[in-house]
């Protein structure tokens, strides 16, 4: 009789100790994971939404964000005098809640219809939270509502703050402002609140009256009339009498040492079309001998100018045109293509984003009339 074999356990031992091989592994895996984790070197609940971040991030820099500044401010540059309602009501979709229904245009001072053209988008210029600055240039004719021969056109350039609420969804969220063209971008100044002593009610009553001469001279009068308001190393450019000085609605002043630091909310109207406009200026002055000088002039936000006055054949079709609703806000429409500035226009340069210099806050470039 054979005497009975007995199975091996060489197959079971080995199943132990591969159990126990990966209990092991997992062990200490975890714990690496978790001493990564604890010293922040390791974070799984921001990795994946990281790559959505990017990808959202360039909504309100995109093409789609160009061409609804682009719409908007076509909109924006379009009115008829007495028919205040029919422009909110085009400019309606494009606004945030709470933004003036005319976007900052002072509609009871227009003297002049608009319409314009060549409408085309610079610069976006990212602030975070998916808001941007869309740069878009434009030329805008203007007609007299009494005789439709007499007529100019301009070329302008529009600051639209917008914020993207999605990949084709967006919404100006600020007032939009005028701008010049840059200088010198190294000159770009930003806002910072004013440090230094107050000043008495006298001293500031005495730079009120000085401010309100030197802008009133720096909006109608010329450069020369300018320079003995001032010191200044570099000369201070003024609008030439593109602009008329209406008054200084807010002014806060402090004393720096031996000069004076103020800031100025400027009120000023266009010459030629009669548009009203709001803008902040920071203004160094002096002292001496009982008068007052300017010795340092910047801007807040860029100020309004008017590059190039044009005269031409009239578009008395473009100023017969009905009034047509605005494209809603979510629908980006084909882009047109403009037609090119000259070679020497100011507009050549409209890659970069208008800045303001700290040695002058706009210049003037070309104004012929007829």
């Known amino acids: 009789m054979r005497k009975p074999h007995l199975p091996s356990t060489t197959p079971l031992q080995f199943k132990k100790i591969a159990l126990w091989g990966l209990l092991a592994t997992s062990t200490i895996i975890s714990t690496a994971a978790i001493g990564l984790w604890a010293t922040g070197q390791f974070n799984i609940s921001t990795a994946a939404p990281t790559v959505i971040e990017q990808k959202q991030s360039a909504w309100e820099t995109s093409g789609n964000a160009k061409a609804f500044a682009e719409t908007f401010a076509h909109e924006y540059f379009k009115w008829s005098v007495g028919l205040e309602e029919q422009r909110a009501n085009r400019l309606k979709p494009y606004l945030a809640a709470g933004i003036d229904p005319q976007a900052g245009i002072d509609f009871s001072s227009l003297s002049w219809h608009a319409r314009p053209e060549e409408v085309k988008a610079g610069d976006a210029e990212p602030e975070g939270n998916h808001r941007s600055i869309v740069y878009v240039s434009a030329i805008v004719d203007y007609f007299n509502p009494k005789n439709e021969n007499d007529y100019f056109s ?61 802008f009133k001279v720096y909006a109608e009068g010329k450069d020369s009339e300018i320079s003995y308001l001032t010191q200044t190393t570099k000369p201070i450019h003024g609008y030439n009498g593109s602009m008329q000085f209406l008054s200084i609605d807010q002014l806060e002043a402090v004393q720096q040492g031996n000069h004076y630091e103020a800031q100025a909310l400027v009120h000023l109207k266009e010459a030629n079309s009669g548009m009203e406009v709001t803008y902040p200026y920071e203004v160094e002055l002096s002292k001496e001998n009982g008068r007052w000088f300017v010795t340092d002039l910047r801007c807040l936000l860029a100020t309004i100018i008017s590059i190039g006055k044009i005269k031409k054949k009239p578009a008395t079709a473009l100023l017969r045109r009905e009034e047509t609703g605005a494209i809603p806000p979510n629908t980006i429409p084909a882009r047109r293509e403009p037609v090119s500035a000259s070679p020497s226009s100011p507009l050549d340069r409209f890659s970069s984003p208008p800045l303001c210099s700290s040695s002058h806050s706009l210049l003037v470039i070309e104004r012929n009339v007829k």
């Open 154 to 214: 301009e070329r302008k350039i529009l600051a639209v703050p917008i914020l993207a609420k999605g990949e084709n969804h967006f919404v100006v969220i600020d007032t939009p402002y005028l701008v010049p063209l840059p200088t010198k971008p190294g000159d770009a100044w930003k806002k910072t609140p004013l440090q230094g002593q107050d000043v008495e009610e006298q001293v500031e009553s005495e730079i009120q009256t000085a401010l309100e001469s030197f």
